[in-house]
């Protein structure tokens, strides 16, 4: 019954391959996120979607690439994986511009070998 | 571009003392300010949070104080407990923009 779920929890991966975490959403949002938190804990956005536009954070490289089939899901597919890409990976969701409700899912450990 | 200072880093205070943390940010059109709580290995989940037009919100140990006019927001925890340590992000939402800028987080560690 979670609310923002992401699959997998765990990821080790070797450099060069091309891997995608899921997430979906069962709270009605309309705008789902992408964080990436690193070692230090920051929280960086990635991306930001919901049915109307992408916003895409320009210092995030072009072998991350957001997908979504619907409004409930926002996949992140990641090209020729880098041993910098290793971090914590957290979708998010919101309801409207006011950010209401606004939830993280548990996250995706992603370790490139 | 839009940005928030989260102070201190890293703050270590004893069982019952009380816990302040401090964040700055930079859009005066602001409205909106959350305040995350990450426990190890877990996801932000959000604890508190304030709205513009209100000065301060208390709930139970823990509060949040807004300063419009110097553009600061601070989150209060008494009588700490050591379920109370974790990294606390600070949030805003622009008045420009509904995705939310994070501050880099404290490292509470409360010593029973």
């Known amino acids: 019954d979670t609310a923002v779920s992401q699959t997998p929890k765990y990821l080790v991966t070797q450099m060069g391959n091309d891997k995608s975490i899921k997430c979906e959403q069962n709270?009605?949002?309309?705008?789902m996120y992408w964080y990436k938190q690193d070692s230090k804990k920051f929280l960086k956005i990635m991306f930001s979607?919901?049915?109307?536009?992408?916003?895409i954070n320009e210092t995030v490289p072009n072998r991350f690439s957001p997908k979504s089939p619907d409004k409930a899901h926002l996949n992140l597919h990641i090209n020729s994986l880098e041993l910098g890409d290793s971090a914590v990976y957290f979708c998010?969701?919101?309801?409207?511009?006011?950010?209401?409700?606004?939830?993280f899912g548990s996250g995706t450990r992603l370790t490139v070998v | 571009g839009e940005n928030v200072e989260q102070h201190p880093s890293t703050l270590s205070v004893q069982e019952g003392d009380s816990a302040v943390i401090k964040c700055t940010y930079s859009?005066?059109?602001?409205?909106?300010f959350p305040w995350y709580k990450q426990e190890l290995g877990k996801r932000p989940q959000l604890i508190i949070d304030?709205?513009?037009?209100?000065g301060e919100k208390k709930d139970q140990r823990i509060a949040v104080t807004l300063n419009k006019t110097a553009k600061h927001f601070s989150l209060h925890i008494t009588e700490t407990q050591p379920e109370d340590s974790a990294v606390y992000f600070c949030?805003?939402?622009?008045?420009?923009?509904?995705?939310?800028?994070f501050g880099r987080g404290t490292s509470l560690i409360v010593h029973p």
């Open positions: 998010a969701s919101s309801r409207g511009q006011n950010n209401r409700g606004y939830t």
């Open positions: 709270l009605g949002h309309d705008t």
């Open positions: 979607y919901n049915n109307k536009e992408l916003i």
């Open positions: 859009d005066s059109a602001s409205n909106y």
């Open positions: 304030i709205r513009s037009n209100v």
């Open positions: 949030a805003f939402i622009g008045g420009g923009s509904y995705i939310p800028t």
